[in-house]
């Protein structure tokens, strides 16, 4: 009877068991990635072009796994397969490091044409509506513009890159708290000294004016989003220019170069 008892609850711990996988894997979205990706990725993504072979896979499984997971919406714009990738590229290419980042702040990016619709009033738009993260009514969806997503991949020695600024705000939000400190990826021991770097570089960008676009010196969060920018459109150029910047977004994003 006892063993006739226990098989019973082994049974239905493997019904429950399956039904939760067949639960989540309902949730996930099913997509089918371009023919031709790795060649558009190779065309337009700057980050991916710059990986060896093995990452490069990576960063495919990465991007694969990110259109699983978070909804893509056309808003008067018809999403197209480059927009999927770069949408998904500029997602990755900050967290590219941690290799279980997950965005569970974000559901659904909307797409919008060339600029949004003109009673779209929700506050916290980023410099001249290229892009936004939702809050209140909004909480959990990003919006961005298809001609400043695809300008920020093309053009990239600009150091803009609206999707990297709008998920690098993603991962600024993460630990709770939104202000251009992510705590979830920056050692404790260094967040004082980033704040340091922020007071001190915004109070010289308002002060002597700067190479780094000066929408930066909004506040920290803005500074963050766009210091970021920065370091992964023009590494280089950043290092020369900036390199106590430089060296706490490599702590930050853990790259090696
Ligand atoms: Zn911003």
Redesign the pocket.
């Known amino acids: 009877m006892i063993i006739a008892l226990q098989s019973l609850f082994v049974l239905a711990g493997i019904i429950i068991f399956i039904l939760i996988a067949f639960k989540m894997k309902s949730d996930k979205i099913k997509i089918n990635m371009p023919e031709n990706y790795q060649e558009l990725l190779e065309d337009y993504v700057q980050f991916y072009r710059q990986l060896n072979e093995a990452d490069k896979k990576i960063f495919e499984k990465r991007i694969e796994k990110f259109l699983s997971e978070v909804k893509i919406t056309g808003v008067n714009a018809e999403v197209e397969d480059l927009d999927l990738l770069l949408i998904a590229s500029g997602a990755v290419i900050p967290v590219f490091a941690i290799s279980d980042w997950q965005y569970i702040n974000l559901q659904e990016v909307l797409l919008y044409p060339g600029s949004f619709n003109q009673d779209f009033d929700q506050g916290g738009y ?2 001249n509506i290229a ?2 993260v939702g809050t209140g009514a909004m909480q959990h969806k990003m919006i961005l513009t298809k001609w400043q997503l695809r300008q920020g991949f093309i053009n990239n020695q600009d150091a803009h890159n609206t999707a990297i ?2 998920f690098v ?1 993603l991962v600024d939000k993460m630990d709770g708290t939104f202000d251009g400190v992510p705590e979830i990826i920056l050692e404790r021991k260094y967040v004082k000294e980033w704040k340091n770097i922020m007071d001190s570089t915004i109070w010289q960008m308002k002060t002597y004016g700067s190479d780094i676009d000066m ?1 930066g010196a909004t506040n920290h ?2 500074f963050f ?2 210091v970021s920018e920065y370091f992964f459109e023009q590494p280089e150029l950043l290092k020369t220019n900036h390199p106590d910047i430089f060296t706490m977004l490599a702590r930050i994003y853990r790259t090696s170069n």
Request: hydrophobic content about 35%; charged content about 35%; aromatic content about 8%.
């Open positions: 980023d410099r892009g936004m600024h709008e705000h929408y969060i803005e989003a766009v």
